[in-house]
């Protein structure tokens, strides 16, 4: 089982967990997990519904799967009250340390938005056409891969700000 723990040193957390639970009411019991995601300020990010209320014994009924989206400080507080929801047949959790790859990707950022300035100054006393059509052309591949670099940042950011929970 994976506690919360407060990062340390700017550390970059994410947290997973998937739970499977059998319900003896299935109506009140999805309506308590979409009750406590929006209790704790989250959001569900998937659902999917199968099956059908059981008209006779032995039919399988419904199925639903929730994937729900929690800030990371309500982690704990999101998967106790999910535990008291139904019976738990199995649950898994899990935290991976982002940090390393988090801060690659802002030193990347960085070292190319200096780079760019310096590109810019270069392109500001560029007399040749050819000086300007080269400058320009690398300043847009910096373009480019500084949008992949601060998309991935985001997602990243949001990995950690909001955990998931299936």
Known sequence: EVAIQAPQNGQKLVYRAEYTLESRDFDADRQAILAAVKEQGGY????QNTGRKPAQYGENGR?????????????????????????VL?????????????????????FLELRYAKLEEHLKQ???????????????????????LKGEKRHMDSQVQYSTIS
């Open 90 to 110: 199995h649950k898994n959790s899990s935290v991976e340390d982002v940090s390393e790859q988090y801060y690659d990707t802002e030193s990347r950022i960085s």
């Open 44 to 47: 569900v990010s998937m659902e």
């Open 126 to 148: 560029a007399e040749k056409m050819e000086d300007i059509i080269t400058l320009e052309k690398e300043m847009a591949q910096i373009l480019t891969d500084l949008d992949i």
């Open 63 to 87: 199925n639903t799967q929730i994937e729900a989206r929690i800030p990371s400080e309500n982690y704990e507080a999101f998967c106790a009250k999910l535990e008291t929801v139904g019976e």
